[in-house]
Protein backbone atom coordinates (compact mmCIF):
# COMPACT_ATOMS: atom_id res chain seq x y z
CA UNK A 1 0.00 0.00 0.00
CA UNK A 2 1.29 3.36 -0.74
CA UNK A 3 1.43 5.82 2.01
CA UNK A 4 1.58 9.59 0.75
CA UNK A 5 3.99 11.94 2.57
CA UNK A 6 5.85 9.69 4.17
CA UNK A 7 9.21 8.58 3.03
CA UNK A 8 8.76 4.90 4.75
CA UNK A 9 5.68 3.29 6.51
CA UNK A 10 6.51 4.30 9.75
CA UNK A 11 9.06 7.48 9.32
CA UNK A 12 8.00 11.17 7.87
CA UNK A 13 10.01 14.40 7.74
CA UNK A 14 8.46 17.44 8.41
CA UNK A 15 9.52 20.40 7.19
CA UNK A 16 8.66 24.23 8.42
CA UNK A 17 9.39 27.49 7.06
CA UNK A 18 9.81 30.95 8.91
CA UNK A 19 9.35 33.03 5.97
CA UNK A 20 10.81 36.68 6.78
CA UNK A 21 10.19 39.72 4.84
CA UNK A 22 10.91 43.21 6.12
CA UNK A 23 10.78 42.41 9.25
CA UNK A 24 7.48 40.59 9.46
CA UNK A 25 6.56 36.90 8.98
CA UNK A 26 4.79 34.89 7.29
CA UNK A 27 1.63 32.47 8.68
CA UNK A 28 -1.17 30.43 7.27
CA UNK A 29 -4.54 29.20 8.87
CA UNK A 30 -4.94 26.14 7.98
CA UNK A 31 -8.33 24.97 5.61
CA UNK A 32 -11.58 23.68 8.23
CA UNK A 33 -10.78 20.49 6.08
CA UNK A 34 -7.73 19.57 7.27
CA UNK A 35 -7.25 16.36 8.94
CA UNK A 36 -4.73 17.76 11.64
CA UNK A 37 -5.10 21.36 13.50
CA UNK A 38 -7.98 22.09 11.32
CA UNK A 39 -8.35 26.07 11.24
CA UNK A 40 -5.64 26.58 12.96
CA UNK A 41 -2.17 29.01 12.34
CA UNK A 42 0.76 27.32 11.09
CA UNK A 43 4.17 27.53 9.14
CA UNK A 44 4.95 27.15 5.70
CA UNK A 45 5.76 23.60 4.60
CA UNK A 46 5.02 19.79 5.19
CA UNK A 47 5.69 16.37 5.05
CA UNK A 48 8.46 15.20 2.54
CA UNK A 49 7.36 13.01 -0.25
CA UNK A 50 9.36 10.50 -2.31
CA UNK A 51 9.98 11.51 -6.25
CA UNK A 52 8.24 9.64 -8.77
CA UNK A 53 9.77 10.00 -11.64
CA UNK A 54 13.61 9.86 -10.88
CA UNK A 55 16.64 8.22 -11.96
CA UNK A 56 20.19 8.30 -10.43
CA UNK A 57 20.75 10.01 -7.09
CA UNK A 58 19.34 13.20 -5.67
CA UNK A 59 21.30 15.60 -3.89
CA UNK A 60 19.57 17.51 -1.13
CA UNK A 61 16.20 16.46 -1.80
CA UNK A 62 14.97 17.92 1.60
CA UNK A 63 16.07 21.69 0.53
CA UNK A 64 14.18 20.74 -2.77
CA UNK A 65 11.30 19.19 -0.99
CA UNK A 66 11.07 22.34 1.17
CA UNK A 67 11.04 24.87 -1.65
CA UNK A 68 8.34 22.90 -3.23
CA UNK A 69 6.34 22.46 -0.44
CA UNK A 70 6.89 26.52 0.31
CA UNK A 71 6.00 27.49 -3.75
CA UNK A 72 2.67 25.01 -3.54
CA UNK A 73 1.51 26.67 -0.19
CA UNK A 74 2.25 30.36 -0.96
CA UNK A 75 3.16 30.84 -4.25
CA UNK A 76 6.77 32.06 -3.16
CA UNK A 77 9.52 30.69 -5.18
CA UNK A 78 12.89 30.06 -4.78
CA UNK A 79 13.52 33.30 -6.94
CA UNK A 80 12.23 35.05 -4.83
CA UNK A 81 14.32 34.11 -1.03
CA UNK A 82 17.39 36.66 -0.90
CA UNK A 83 18.90 33.85 1.75
CA UNK A 84 19.32 30.19 1.19
CA UNK A 85 17.27 28.17 3.81
CA UNK A 86 18.85 28.17 7.21
CA UNK A 87 18.20 25.05 9.45
CA UNK A 88 17.46 26.55 12.71
CA UNK A 89 15.39 23.50 14.15
CA UNK A 90 16.16 19.49 14.06
CA UNK A 91 14.14 17.09 16.42
CA UNK A 92 12.53 13.69 16.43
CA UNK A 93 9.81 12.38 17.72
CA UNK A 94 8.07 9.07 18.13
CA UNK A 95 4.32 8.37 18.64
CA UNK A 96 3.90 4.90 20.06
CA UNK A 97 -0.59 4.85 18.70
CA UNK A 98 0.42 5.02 15.66
CA UNK A 99 4.68 3.51 15.84
CA UNK A 100 5.02 7.16 13.52
CA UNK A 101 8.52 8.17 13.91
CA UNK A 102 8.55 11.96 12.52
CA UNK A 103 11.78 14.04 12.30
CA UNK A 104 10.91 17.44 12.18
CA UNK A 105 13.46 20.34 10.36
CA UNK A 106 12.48 23.97 10.97
CA UNK A 107 14.17 26.88 8.25
CA UNK A 108 14.50 30.63 8.09
CA UNK A 109 14.73 31.69 4.67
CA UNK A 110 14.41 35.56 4.30
CA UNK A 111 12.86 36.98 1.05
CA UNK A 112 13.76 39.26 -1.48
CA UNK A 113 13.17 43.24 -0.86
CA UNK A 114 11.54 43.28 -4.03
CA UNK A 115 8.66 40.93 -2.83
CA UNK A 116 5.47 41.87 -2.23
CA UNK A 117 3.50 40.66 0.63
CA UNK A 118 0.15 40.94 -1.02
CA UNK A 119 1.68 38.19 -4.17
CA UNK A 120 1.30 35.08 -1.60
CA UNK A 121 -1.07 32.51 -3.64
CA UNK A 122 -2.69 30.01 -0.90
CA UNK A 123 -2.70 26.59 -1.92
CA UNK A 124 -6.47 25.07 -1.24
CA UNK A 125 -4.75 23.52 2.62
CA UNK A 126 -5.11 26.83 3.65
CA UNK A 127 -7.63 29.45 4.08
CA UNK A 128 -5.84 33.10 4.98
CA UNK A 129 -2.55 34.40 5.20
CA UNK A 130 -0.54 37.18 7.13
CA UNK A 131 2.46 38.36 7.67
CA UNK A 132 2.90 39.01 11.56
CA UNK A 133 5.83 40.72 13.46
CA UNK A 134 7.13 37.58 15.02
CA UNK A 135 6.09 38.80 18.96
CA UNK A 136 2.51 38.54 17.69
CA UNK A 137 2.88 34.89 17.18
CA UNK A 138 1.01 34.24 20.78
CA UNK A 139 -1.79 35.75 19.34
CA UNK A 140 -2.63 32.64 16.99
CA UNK A 141 -3.51 29.42 17.87
CA UNK A 142 -1.40 27.04 16.58
CA UNK A 143 -3.04 24.11 18.88
CA UNK A 144 -0.41 21.62 19.89
CA UNK A 145 2.52 22.92 18.25
CA UNK A 146 2.14 25.84 19.89
CA UNK A 147 3.01 26.94 23.19
CA UNK A 148 5.88 26.19 25.27
CA UNK A 149 6.38 22.88 24.15
CA UNK A 150 5.19 23.07 20.36
CA UNK A 151 7.85 22.70 17.65
CA UNK A 152 6.50 25.97 15.70
CA UNK A 153 7.12 27.93 18.67
CA UNK A 154 10.46 26.53 19.03
CA UNK A 155 11.17 27.12 15.34
CA UNK A 156 10.01 30.78 15.62
CA UNK A 157 12.40 30.93 18.62
CA UNK A 158 15.47 29.69 17.13
CA UNK A 159 14.74 31.68 13.70
CA UNK A 160 14.72 35.02 15.31
CA UNK A 161 18.05 34.10 17.20
CA UNK A 162 20.96 35.30 14.66
Not at 49 to 65: A, K, L
Not at 116 to 122: D, H, M, N
Amino acid sequence: MTQLHRLAENVKLLQKAVLLHNGKMLILRRAENSKTRANQWDLPGGNSEWPTETTGVIRDMHIVDLKREILEETGISATQFATSPRLVSFETCFEAETNMYTIIAGWEITINHTFTQESVQLSDEHSEYRWINPSEITDFDLGFAGGGEGFITRIIANALQK
